[in-house]
């Protein structure tokens, strides 16, 4: 047998136990112990049927990721499914916890199928930007229909056992020990004489019309291509001939594995689940946590104190006054009601929250017994420092103190308190109790344990926790402004607001950088520009006041109505509004400046190298710790597609040297702005990716 499968004879039931821990992936190990225990079990005198069983945490979560690109070994996954719909003998597989993927498959290849109430399947190969390559696109409709076979693997959604059994694909649903449960099952089947059932074998359903199947689901994956691929490979099996099909969607599978798309979305569950990954805090506990103080209930307020109780935290959120208070309530229950409307909380925890864990006040002196206060009031360091003298003179010893400032320096906000080795940012994205990401911003003096509070914190809220040093911006906003920068530049230059966004939009962007801006809030990046111009421009560095106007008459984007683009037939019907381009025309006019026209891959080439240039700096200063931790801030907080993998993971993709060498020409109009970063001329000389440094390599 093999190190990970073990055989065991019950009576006439061959039992194979599969124990590949953390998950059970599909690896070769397990591969090959599956196929020589069907094999034994096959020559095993009076076995009758085999039932497979996963140990541990689940029947298997899949093909083995990590064997992805490296040289295909045998047993293939779609070989070993054949073969065990070629036994003679009646395979059953019993799950629980997770059968994804491949997992799936093998389960598909089984002729019955049980689980307990708590197991789910899925195909979540989308995911990774590939489709099922072992038969499990020309298998799953045969149990379930098209449509509840694309929903499933177009979306990659985990079904639980009940659904899936009332979807045909789980024969039977049993609580108990799975292993238990499968003998059990399996003596029933053998003592009721039940035939051999081959899924291969039942009617594949068939579509009047692929086509219009296959462009909805592209309509609906904002430029990722294997959701679609599923549909031709289901096309696939209702066209051809079963083993023919087969070979088609191996065909599919692996042009999905060799191309662009998947490597960006590997990279992606990779990084991750590495992000929080820190040697430093090995080994460090973090403090706990029961009682969270939340300073300013605004929007990012509530939003955080939001997630903070849904996350099982109480909280107290401490405002100017009682109306204030009051709204600042309002708002949080408008946010638990969506929660509920949604299904996340129950009825009973609402209440619980509304009367028990939230508590509003307006006296410092309530937060004395707080073990973590987040401060989210206005973005002005003379306000942060107040409020941080407050927190200082109240607060418990070894309460952690936080400001989820978003620009800045917490070195500076840590200075004025007793205990800055007690003080980190935790920068939270609107609306906080939705959107994943989290900046664990670690200041000089920031102790290693209020460090892992932070990211135990983001954890306990579902988020994904990115350690960034202290800049102007730390890891995201700081590299937003430059490509926002490079983006005002190219419309200086020529371009639209408005053609900028569509291009980034077809690059697979959520919403264009414009688009962003209406939906942030113009009135923002309006403080940040009068905050600079205070603070002192370079005169090498160019400025574009258009946007100014617009502010200047009360037009903030979409919270006034109107901003670059005018939503007065709502939100999502955006049209230009019609004053930007005049305001355009005239700031270019007045600085002197010949318009040119841009293509589509002209403005994703200079958006792309401005990001990743400054990306590289960020990683080069320290301020992130790998280019990984960059890919995961924008791909968590920016709207950076996924199937791209995050910008330093795109230029790795299309070639760091060619980004440089353009940076270079742009250079040759604007050396200010394109200062190459010494990272990326370093990476180049070396002849080394982004990749390699993720991987602990050294430039
Ligand atoms: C496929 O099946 C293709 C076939 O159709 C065709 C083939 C020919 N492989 O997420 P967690 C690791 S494609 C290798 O933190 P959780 C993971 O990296 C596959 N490793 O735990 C992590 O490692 P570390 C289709 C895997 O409890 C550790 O396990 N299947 C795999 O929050 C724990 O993971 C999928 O896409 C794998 N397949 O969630 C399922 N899966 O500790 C992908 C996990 O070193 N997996 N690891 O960081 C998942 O969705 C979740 O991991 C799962 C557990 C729900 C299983």
Same mark, same amino acid.
């Given at each position: ?22 998950? /059970? ?161 399996? /003596?029933?089947?053998?003592?009721? /004489? ?60 692996? #042009? ?20 929080? /990954? ?390 040759? #109009? ?30």
């Amino acid at each position: 047998m093999s190190d990970t499968v073990a055989y065991e004879r019950h009576g006439d039931v061959a039992v194979l136990k599969v124990n590949n821990p953390p998950v /059970n992936a599909l690896s070769q190990s397990v591969r090959q112990g599956l196929l020589n225990g069907i094999e034994r079990a096959e020559s095993d005198d009076g076995v009758r049927a085999v039932l497979i069983v996963g140990e541990g945490s689940a029947f298997f979560a899949g093909a083995d990721i990590t064997e992805f690109g490296k040289p295909p070994m045998a047993p293939a996954l779609p070989d070993l499914v054949d073969r065990m719909e070629a036994s003679p003998l009646i395979i059953i597989g019993s799950m629980h916890g997770v059968s994804l993927g491949g997992g799936l498959e093998v389960a598909l290849g089984c002729q019955y199928r049980l689980a307990v109430p708590s197991a789910k399947i899925g195909l979540p190969e989308v995911h990774l930007g590939l489709i099922p390559g072992a038969g499990g696109t020309i298998r799953l409709p045969r149990l379930c229909g098209i449509e509840a076979a694309l929903d499933i693997m177009t979306t990659g959604k985990h079904v639980p056992a009940q659904q899936a059994h009332a979807l045909g694909i789980v024969d039977e649903v049993r609580d108990g020990d799975p292993f238990e449960n499968g003998l059990a099952y399996a /003596n029933e089947l053998l003592a009721k /004489n039940a035939p051999r059932r081959v899924v291969s074998e039942l009617e594949m359903p068939k579509s009047d019309d692929w086509d219009a199947l296959y462009d909805a689901v592209l309509a609906k994956s904002r430029g990722q291509i294997s959701p679609a691929m599923c549909v031709r490979s289901m096309q696939g099996g209702a066209e051809m001939p079963f083993a023919e099909a087969l070979l088609n969607e191996r065909k599919i599978f692996v #042009e999905l594995l060799q191309g662009d798309q998947s490597k960006g979305m590997i990279h992606a569950f990779f990084s991750e689940r590495a992000v929080g /990954n820190l040697p430093e805090l090995k080994g460090v506990d973090p403090r706990a946590l029961t009682q969270i103080g939340v300073i300013g209930g605004g929007t990012m307020g509530a939003g955080i104190a939001t997630s903070a109780l849904l996350s099982g935290l109480n909280v107290t959120m401490l405002e100017m006054s009682a109306e204030a208070g009051e709204a600042a309530r309002g708002r949080i229950e408008g946010n638990l009601a969506g929660a509920l409307k949604r299904g996340k909380i129950s009825a009973e925890r609402h209440e619980e929250i509304m009367t028990k864990a939230l508590t509003v006040v307006t006296d410092y002196a309530a937060l004395s017994d707080a073990d973590l206060v987040i401060e989210a009031v206005f973005e002005e360091m003379e306000v942060k420092k107040t409020v941080f003298k407050q927190l200082d003179a109240v607060c418990k010893p070894g309460a952690i103190l936080a400001s989820n400032t978003s620009y800045l320096d917490i070195n500076e906000i840590a200075s004025v308190t007793s205990r800055p080795a007690d003080v980190l940012g935790l920068h939270f994205f609107s609306p906080a109790h939705v959107m994943r990401l989290l900046e664990v911003v670690v200041a000089d003096a920031t102790a290693p344990d209020v460090v892992a509070t932070g990211f135990a914190l983001g954890k306990r809220m579902g988020k994904i926790s990115v350690r960034a040093g202290v800049c102007d911006g730390f890891i995201g906003n700081r590299i937003l402004s430059t490509y926002r920068t490079c983006a005002d530049h190219m419309i200086l230059d020529g371009a639209s607001p408005y053609e900028i966004d569509q291009a980034l939009e077809e690059f697979g962007f959520a919403m264009g950088p414009f688009a962003v801006a209406d939906l942030a809030g113009l009135d923002i990046g309006w403080a940040v520009r009068k905050r600079k111009r205070a603070e002192g421009l370079d005169p090498r560095a160019r400025d574009a006041a258009y946007v100014d106007t617009i502010c200047e008459a009360g037009n903030f984007g979409q919270k006034t109505g109107k901003g670059y683009y005018d939503y007065s037939a709502g939100a999502k019907a955006r049209v230009p509004n019609p004053d930007v381009l005049p305001l355009i025309d005239a700031e270019r006019e007045a600085q002197g400046i010949t318009p040119k026209t841009f293509t589509k891959e002209e403005i994703v080439r200079r958006y792309m190298a401005a990001m990743v240039n400054e990306a590289a700096k960020v990683v080069g200063e320290g301020i992130a710790r790998r280019p990984l931790d960059v890919d995961m801030t924008l791909l968590f907080g920016y709207g950076f597609p996924r199937y791209r993998g995050g910008p330093l993971k795109w230029a790795d993709i299309v070639g760091v040297e060619g980004l440089l060498n353009d940076i270079k020409s742009y250079a040759e #109009e604007d050396d200010y702005f394109w200062q190459p970063a010494p990272l990326l001329e370093k990476l180049v000389a070396a002849g080394k990716t982004f990749e390699h440094l993720n991987k602990g390599d050294t430039v």
